[in-house]
């Protein structure tokens, strides 16, 4: 068996429904859970010595590095429940998560990183909260889709831009899309005239 196999194995769930994730590369759905794996267990790491904060009596800091911790443990959670599989509720949260939009964990994940970072600023809160900030920005780019081809860029190109409309024989007249709707309505430079001067003089 291969490593990707391995990994592929541990990191799937049984009675898994298909949800969002499952159209994405294989390298890019492992990839990123693997950056929120890391940036889970340097958030738990890193939030246990900010917690040390105690004996310096730095209240911020010591809640920065509890709030750490749990979001180390619920990253973790989310992106690798076989590390909590003795605990049902961990899989069944998993598999909901799976299953919404990637914008919500997106949107999820930055927030709480931002959190531990304004109570205690410093490396041990930056350098954590910025891996997990960063896997939520990956969702994010993920949950938009992929890229059009060029081909199909152009022809959306095509279908919303200039289109002759024949108005006489000799005469043809141009109309735009309602996206240039602001181009339509203006005025020909030939109507206005300097400031303070009469326009038919």
Known sequence: MSFTEKLTSLMSRPNQQPGPLDEQP???????????IV??????????????????????CLIGGILQVLIGFIVMALEAPCCFFCIDHVNNLATW??????????????????LPVFLCFGLGSLFPCALVFG???????????????????????VNSGITGVTVAPNMTTTTTSDRAGIINNAQPFSFTGAVGTDSNV
């Open 39 to 60: 940036g889970a267990f340097f958030c738990i790491l890193f939030g246990l010595f900010n917690a040390l904060a105690v004996i310096t009596f730095n209240v911020s």
């Open 135 to 157: 896997t939520g920005v990956l969702y994010g780019m993920m949950g938009l889709g992929k890229k059009a081809s060029m081909d199909e860029m152009r022809q959306a190109a």
């Open 97 to 114: 998560t799976d299953a919404r939009p990637l914008w919500n964990r997106a949107a999820f994940y930055c927030v709480l990183a931002l």
């Open 26 to 36: 294989m390298y890019i759905k492992y990839g990123v859970r693997f950056l929120g």
